[in-house]
């Protein structure tokens, strides 16, 4: 018998991510760690910027109204659920990418000004391009009951970030659920290393997509 893929993201992701789970022949087990809210922010003058980049589907799918004051630029966004999501919320996506924003970013001009619309709670991302941040959502951290931690004793731990993975550790060790029961696949070695002690076993995505992590994560729900 398999052990369950735990998906910690929040919804609606986690719910596309359990679907492509199940599409894979898995288990999923959704036991989200954060909720997406919305932040009050301002829209700048368009006219500052060339373009719009997009790290993130919740950048859309949280940004409000205030979206529709830069529905006149140009969005790049870092993935293709971005690029859709983006697309429902009115933006027109000239750019998707499929590697990272990093591969992303270095096909742009220098030159070109680009407004990220990002997460309270992100990386940091250096280009030239990239003239201001303007945080439209937050990612809160949720306490897990007792019995959502417990559940995720034996499972296999699918980490969309860093602080996915710092949140994890914290509510196992707040319910005294050894790590040791818990195995991770990582999207990127930056979360796998985010709070690497005691895992049973780690395993990092090829790329940063869900199709490469849940292919990283199916060995380790198979093997013993």
Not at 27 to 53: C, G, H, R
Not at 96 to 117: F, I, Y
Not at 169 to 182: E, F, K, T
Not at 201 to 213: G, K, M, Q, T
Request: proline content about 8%; glycine content about 8%; overall charge neutral.
């Amino acid at each position: 018998m398999s052990r369950p893929l735990a998906i910690l993201r929040p919804p609606p992701g986690g719910a596309a991510t359990a679907d492509r789970v199940r599409a894979a022949g898995l288990e999923p087990l959704l036991v989200p760690l954060f909720e997406v809210v919305p932040l009050d922010w301002t829209p700048p003058d368009p006219k500052l910027f060339d373009a719009l980049l997009l790290t993130s589907a919740n950048a859309a799918r949280h940004a409000g109204p205030g979206l529709a004051a830069l529905a006149r630029l140009p969005a790049l966004a870092v993935g293709p659920e971005t690029g859709l999501t983006a697309e429902h919320a009115g933006l027109r996506v000239v750019e998707c990418g499929s590697r990272g924003v990093a591969a992303l970013l270095a096909r742009q001009p220098s030159n070109q000004r680009l407004l990220w619309l990002a997460g309270r709670d992100r990386i940091v991302i250096e280009h030239t391009a990239i003239r201001a941040i303007l945080p439209v959502y937050a990612n809160e951290a949720v306490a897990l009951t007792a019995d959502a931690a417990a559940q995720l004793s034996g499972s296999v731990a699918l980490v969309h970030s860093a602080r996915a993975t710092r949140q994890l550790g914290a509510q196992l060790d707040a319910h005294g659920i050894p790590r040791n029961s818990v195995r991770i696949a990582a999207i990127s070695a930056r979360a796998a290393d985010a709070d690497g002690r005691g895992w049973a076993r780690v395993a990092i995505a090829a790329e940063p997509s869900d199709a490469a992590l849940i292919a990283v994560a199916q060995p380790l729900a198979i093997d013993p």
